[in-house]
């Protein structure tokens, strides 16, 4: 008995520990500038990772403007995580991968919205396949060079 109260109060204090270190959106921009380039990419990924979970409870609810405004820091946040990745060199693969399972998601949200609705989402799919083409460009031209 003692043993599962002593897990318990663990898996609780952790929990608390999570939630006190995750950061909001307005956190993540304001750190963003003084980051490194191979920290920004990261913590744009992470902005708009949390727009787009903002982005879908916002269409849900009906809250159009807002919903487009997340929509617009996706594709935003993305393109300064590309940027950042590709002046340092690094996480370009996860980059490439998280505007990829992004541009999913935002396909699966706009199924679920009236047609005259749609046109953001749409704008914000193109600009990641976008991302998705140069930085995959990037990491094959690469390898050819190499070869």
Known sequence: MRAVTLTLILLLAAGVMRAATEETVDQLKARLPSASAENRAEISLRIAQLQLRAAD???????????????????????????SALQSRKHVKAVEINARKMADKLRDIKRTLAFEDQAPVDQAIRRLED????????????KKEKK
């Open 57 to 83: 409870k916002l269409y849900g609810e009906g809250h159009l403007e807002e919903a487009r405004a997340a929509v617009a820091d996706i594709a935003d946040y993305c393109e300064k995580a590309r940027d």
């Open 131 to 142: 991302i998705r083409t140069t930085l995959l460009k990037e990491m094959f031209s690469n």
